[in-house]
């Protein structure tokens, strides 16, 4: 999306979410694309929520950081979050993500996602094990390139599509075999 059609869904954006949550409920609902966030991927769109900190004894109140995750937000206002992702389910089918997170800034931010509509049927994760990464830059550019270019879905799919290369090549089943052979000579010990 570009121009005036982003920001006709940032505006629908923030009506839809005075629309489902209480006053004072949500400090700020952004729409995100890529490039705006090294969060989002190419050709995805995720909705941020800041949550507001909370009173006495709730997360961000006295003797809180601001910073605990959103669990009692998602337990308070489920019905809303329900409601405000089948309307942007509906209405901006290109959002995937909704994503919750602390208002007050920090590096290390607690925040929690949520999928807007189901997966696909090739993205069900059946017995896939998540794992989670920290890249740089250069290996960012390199995954997003790999979804730019059409040969993966997302960047978990252009992870899973370069660790097939790997295993594609003469020298990984050389590499098998050696592991083995250590681990034998371990037991030995």
Not at 31 to 54: H, K, N, S, W
Not at 112 to 141: F, I, Y
Request: glycine letters at 10%.
């Amino acid at each position: 999306m570009e121009g005036p059609e982003i920001e006709a869904a940032r505006n629908r954006i923030q009506d839809l979410a005075r629309d489902c949550f209480p006053e004072g409920a949500v400090r700020e609902v952004t729409l995100l694309q890529y490039g705006d966030d090294p969060g989002v991927e190419p050709g995805e769109m995720v909705i941020r929520f800041r949550i507001p900190a909370g009173g006495p004894g709730e997360p961000g109140g006295p003797g809180g950081t601001g910073n605990e995750p959103p669990d009692r937000f998602m337990q308070a206002h489920r019905p809303a979050i329900e409601r405000f992702r089948d309307e942007v389910h509906r209405e901006l089918p290109g959002v995937r993500l909704l994503e919750f997170t602390p208002a007050t800034e920090s590096e290390h931010r607690f925040r929690m996602r949520m999928l807007v509509g189901p997966l696909p049927p090739d993205e069900r994760p059946g017995d896939l094990t998540p794992v989670m990464a920290r890249l740089g830059p250069t290996d960012l550019q390199t995954l997003d390139t790999l979804i730019s270019t059409g040969i993966a879905a997302n960047r978990a799919d252009a992870v899973r599509w370069a660790l097939a290369r790997i295993r594609e090549r003469p020298a990984y089943e050389e590499l098998r075999e050696r592991a083995r052979q250590i681990e034998d000579l371990k037991t030995q010990f």
